[in-house]
């Protein structure tokens, strides 16, 4: 059975940083592809970043890219979300997931995901 927690979530000025885990369990991080996706309040999950397979390749949305940095740590099978120069807009559920299925139209789109976590909440304030 997969298992995904995250953690690290909590409230910060604007301009501070945030580090968002995601311990896994049941799936091997090291040939995973991996994600963190945002949720804003009425709205769908969105995708922030992704990692591919062994690492090479990263993915950002144009409004985080710069500023987050996605990676993993395979020896814990731990995935993580540098934030950094966070902004209020920035403010929202935070997911991570876990290995791609052949639905959904690019990594952006939640469809496209097997597991997810439960979520941490991360809120910049102005």
């Known amino acids: 059975r997969v298992q995904l927690a995250e953690s690290g979530g909590g409230s910060v000025q604007a301009g501070g940083s945030l580090k968002l885990s995601c311990a896994a369990s049941?799936?091997?991080?090291?040939?995973?592809?991996v994600a963190w996706f945002r949720q804003f309040a009425g709205q769908e999950r969105q995708g922030v970043a992704a990692?591919?397979?062994?690492?090479?390749?990263?993915y950002y949305a144009d409004s985080v890219n710069g500023r987050f940095t996605i990676s993993k740590d395979i020896a814990s099978n731990t995935q993580y979300l540098q934030m950094r120069s966070l902004k209020p807009e920035d403010t929202a559920m935070y997911y991570c997931?876990?290995?791609?299925?052949?639905?959904?139209?690019?990594?952006?789109?939640?469809?496209?995901?097997?597991?997810w976590g439960q979520g941490t909440q991360v809120t910049v304030s102005s």
């Open positions: 997931a876990a290995v791609r299925n052949s639905y959904g139209s690019g990594w952006k789109d939640s469809r496209g995901w097997d597991y």
């Open positions: 049941g799936v091997d991080f090291a040939r995973t592809t």
């Open positions: 990692l591919y397979g062994g690492g090479v390749a990263t």
